[in-house]
């Protein structure tokens, strides 16, 4: 809706799906102890709560809009009697959804429902009931969640559980990580900072304030993903940030750039769940969704402007960059949009410790054909992590063309969820497409072991992975010899390259003389030995792989660690001089080769192949064309023998045809 928002009036449909959040019950606004708040059924709210009719209408009309997704919590959903067909009809009519719940109240009936592809997060707040029934202030929640788990596990609906840490649980949280891993192998922390609550009440307040952890504490249990956040700075920009530069409209970036809208149980809408102020949320009852989409949330870009109190404060804070401090969080702890938030100012600068010394355990660098590959480990790094070949190819910062590889080292829970389209099924991959990213499984060469081993999600362009490994055996073992601990580094090499005008070719290099000498051919031609034979008079890039690459006007060609016999390699790039396709022979000799479909046919086989899309299909093929187009080929025939290096270190190679002893 990026193009609707600045507009009064819009009849056209958007061109993203929203993404719908809806509050079926109570909203007890993250303070835990309220989650089992039931309203009496006499009780005025309750009588202005949405009923299942005025529900389905909002999701039909939504849906006409564009909206395919929906987010579903309260307080608890599962409070209403109707839940299940609030829910089923909910999710019949979306392709996405997600799910909080505490999990009391699950019963073999909603498993079921549960099934559908979607996510679940079930809320844990102990590791014993006697630490989560105090919390809750409900006697058996322990238990009920655990029993309504069980009915999820019983069915097979995959779910995460969502760890909720605080004042009264935080010395039982190694507990409830080692409890969430034993339900589920998703689980994920809840909010790190609880928020106050909307209605301002002192003693709530109070209660809450009492809950949060030490800035510290926070920090540890959440940690930041520095290449995530990374890639998201990249991705947007600091665009609120930069908006707030332009314009002194606190929600005018937040509502321009959000495809989500969020009701809550009285039928509100507006674009934040933590909005709360009645000026600032639509009727639907009184209206329509379109009208409260297309005209009343864009009209609240200008509703709030940045004062005195945001300028000389977060403003123009140095911690602002890195801080995630909002109007509404403002709001919230202090009755004003404008306010900054002490308790987020203090997590900021530890955050800012961690991340100051995380990389220098966590993160290394290294640069192949020009590309910087940003490694990162949530196990630390030691010296025998990887293979000594490595250090070759390390460097202390990152260039411009950066591509960042996240380790982790549980897989994350895929039953019940759907991959997207299936592309490819040969082991060591299965391979999917699901919109932007495609996902790589890892799966055994024998049928009869369904174990997975790895999962990958790449991006679109392959410039961001996420990589889950079933173990942590094989980092802690070390002497690693691919970066993405992958059989092969070129799964995803040779798919970047085709990005970057580049392919990896079944070939040895050499650089001689400051220039760069290629020589191609199948397993057994002699690329190892010639480049043993050319030890001491040239610089041996690699005798297995090679990458050609023209990152400006001209080809140059670069050493992998991908090697065979010969375990020489270099990181030192060398401009491509020749080709040669190698022979074995009687004799030594050089035969300049002129026929470009020869040369292509020849050489076509010898390029290494990922999982192919015609995208990669078609850029490989023109790079290919205008190598064969600049470059010189020879055909090396040559009798395996020292002889020839003398041959190849002539110059120039003018002649058609030059024969050794001739």
């Avoid at 109007?327 to 997590?347: D, I, M, S, T």
């Avoid at 900021?348 to 480990?377: C, D, M, N």
């Amino acid at each position: 809706m990026a193009n609707s928002v600045w507009t009064k009036k819009s009849n056209n449909l958007p061109r993203l799906p929203l993404k719908g959040e809806i509050d079926i019950t109570y909203r007890c606004n993250n303070d835990c102890r309220h989650c089992w708040l039931r309203i009496p059924p006499d009780a005025q709210e309750k009588s202005d709560e949405l009923n299942f009719k005025e529900i389905r209408s909002v999701v039909d009309e939504a849906r006409s809009m564009g909206c395919r997704q929906w987010s579903l919590s309260g307080g608890e959903p599962m409070l209403r009697p109707d839940f299940s067909e609030i829910f089923d009809y909910l999710t019949r009519n979306s392709n996405r959804y997600s799910l909080n719940t505490n999990g009391t109240f699950i019963t073999p009936k909603i498993a079921r429902l549960m099934k559908r592809e979607g996510v679940k997060m079930v809320a844990l707040y102990g590791a014993t009931a006697r630490v989560h029934d105090y919390i809750s202030r409900r006697p058996g929640s322990f238990e009920s969640a655990i029993r309504g788990i069980s009915y999820l596990k019983e069915v097979g609906a995959g779910f995460t559980v969502q760890l909720v840490p605080m004042r009264d649980n935080y010395h039982q949280f190694k507990a409830m990580v080692k409890l969430a891993t034993s339900l589920s192998p998703s689980y994920r922390i809840g909010a790190s900072w609880f928020y106050l609550s909307a209605c301002g009440n002192l003693e709530k307040n109070k209660s809450i304030l009492n809950q949060r952890l030490e800035p510290k504490e926070t920090v540890s249990v959440n940690k930041p993903n520095l290449s995530y956040e990374a890639w998201l700075e990249n991705e947007t920009k600091h665009r609120c940030q930069q908006h707030l530069e332009k314009r002194d409209n606190l929600f005018s970036a937040c509502i321009a750039s959000r495809r989500v809208f969020h009701i809550d149980p009285y039928g509100q809408m507006t674009f934040c769940c933590f909005i709360k102020e009645p000026g600032m949320r639509y009727d639907l009852k009184r209206g329509n969704f379109q009208e409260g989409w297309e005209e009343f949330i864009p009209s609240l870009a200008d509703k709030i402007r940045a004062d005195k109190e945001y300028r000389e404060n977060c403003g123009s804070c140095r911690l602002r960059k890195d801080c995630g401090w909002c109007p509404v969080f403002g709001f919230l702890e202090h009755r004003r949009f404008g306010a900054k938030v002490n308790y987020l100012c203090a997590v900021t600068k530890e955050r800012q410790k961690f991340k100051a010394k995380w990389p220098k355990r966590h993160r290394r660098y290294y640069q192949i054909a020009g590309i910087t590959l940003q490694v990162e480990s949530e196990l630390p790094f030691s010296g025998p992590t990887l293979h000594p070949k490595f250090k070759l190819f390390r460097v202390t910062n990152p260039g411009k063309d950066r591509v960042s590889l996240e380790h982790y080292f549980t897989l994350p829970e895929l039953n019940g969820k759907d991959l997207g389209k299936e592309l490819y099924r040969t082991p060591p991959w299965v391979i999917y497409q699901k919109g932007d990213f495609w996902i790589y499984l890892g799966i055994p060469f024998r049928p009869v072991v369904k174990k997975l081993i790895r999962v990958a999600v790449f991006s679109r362009d392959y410039s961001r992975a996420v990589i889950y490994n079933n173990s942590k055996k094989i980092f802690l073992k070390g002497n690693l010899k691919t970066l993405s601990f992958f059989p092969n580094d070129q799964v995803f090499l040779t798919q970047l390259l085709a990005d970057r005008n580049g392919f990896v070719l079944h070939s040895s290099g050499v650089r001689l003389n400051g220039q760069g000498l290629l020589f191609v051919g199948h397993s057994g031609a002699g690329k190892s030995t010639i480049a043993k034979l050319l030890r001491g008079k040239a610089e041996v890039l690699c005798d297995e792989r090679i990458i050609i690459r023209k990152p400006a006007e001209k080809f140059f060609i670069y050493g992998t660690w991908n090697h065979g016999i010969v375990k020489d390699v270099s990181a030192v790039p060398a401009p491509l001089k020749a080709i040669f396709f190698l022979a074995k022979a009687k004799e030594d000799s050089i035969i300049a080769l002129s026929d470009k479909k020869e040369i292509t046919r020849r050489l076509l086989p010898l390029i290494i192949r990922p999982f192919i899309t015609a995208h990669w299909w078609e850029k490989t093929i023109r790079i290919l064309d205008d190598v064969i187009n600049t470059t010189p080929f020879y055909e090396l025939k040559f009798r395996k023998s020292a002889e020839i290096a003398n041959l190849l270190i002539q110059e120039p190679w003018s002649e058609a045809r030059i024969n050794n002893g001739k």
